[in-house]
């Protein structure tokens, strides 16, 4: 998603300009995007979403396509095509990155953005060389999106040491062919409902339940992809497309 990021400078950015883009034709590769445990709620009814494995931890994701490379949500004119869109997309062509310093993060920028440029938006710093509200802003949100890694960490932290996660095995019929939908895992329905007093009652205590059956409930939302899929095929194979 990103093409050049870099550490955000006054001496660098200074005639820096942030364009109010709504073309998300950036993310149109991006088949899986990452979410907080807070979004779990308004997530799940438009994504599946399902944990993947990296650095023996998990993350949680919600899944855009059904093929690596493959966004169903951004058409063919970059508009987002649903009423919620992740929160690590929202935040583009922001991030915050991890410094040498132990929990000291940089805000960086990309420079291959289209909505970054000097030619039009609004200035990053003012003529003084002080940040600008935008600036203020971007820092606001990406300190809260921190934050909000934090309580999602704890949460996948959880899940794995209780061995409530398995594999996704799921096959599913996308044009012609049987697509095998792999790399991902999923909360075991019966080891949640095996689990003792004790974990279930520490379960609700820490508010992780609501996100478990969010979860859950969202791998409906698996159909919803195949339907999509069908959709887009159909509309770039019809006759009369220019």
């Excluded at 799940?44 to 493959?70: C, K, N, T, W």
Aim: hydrophobic fraction near 45%; include cysteine.
């Amino acid at each position: 998603m990103f093409e050049k990021l870099v550490p955000l400078n006054q001496e660098r950015h200074a005639r820096t300009l942030l364009s109010q883009a709504t073309d998300f034709g950036f993310a149109k590769h991006l088949h899986m995007a990452y979410l907080t445990l807070q979004e779990f709620s308004l997530a799940s009814p438009l994504y599946p979403i399902v944990f993947v494995e990296h650095d023996d931890s998990f993350s949680p994701m919600a899944l855009l396509g059904l093929s690596r490379g493959q966004n169903l949500f951004v058409n063919a004119d970059g508009r987002w095509e649903a009423h919620y869109i992740p929160a690590i997309v929202r935040r583009y062509p922001f991030a915050l990155v991890a410094s040498n310093t132990p929990d000291q993060f940089t805000v960086c920028i990309d420079e291959g953005s289209p909505w970054v440029g000097s030619s039009e938006g609004k200035p990053l710093f003012d003529a003084n060389g002080q940040p600008t509200a935008v600036i203020d802003n971007v820092k606001r949100y990406l300190a809260e999106l921190q934050q909000m890694d934090v309580a999602t960490a704890q949460f996948s932290t959880w899940l794995q040491t209780n061995n409530m996660l398995i594999p996704l095995r799921l096959r599913v019929r996308d044009q012609d062919a049987v697509r095998q939908i792999t790399g991902c895992y999923v909360v075991n329905e019966e080891r949640l409902n095996g689990l003792s007093d004790m974990l279930f009652l520490e379960l609700r205590s820490r508010h992780f339940l609501r996100a478990v059956y969010a979860h859950l409930l969202s791998l409906a939302q698996v159909e919803r992809l195949v339907e999509l899929s069908a959709e887009r095929h159909a509309a770039q194979t019809r006759p009369d497309r220019a």
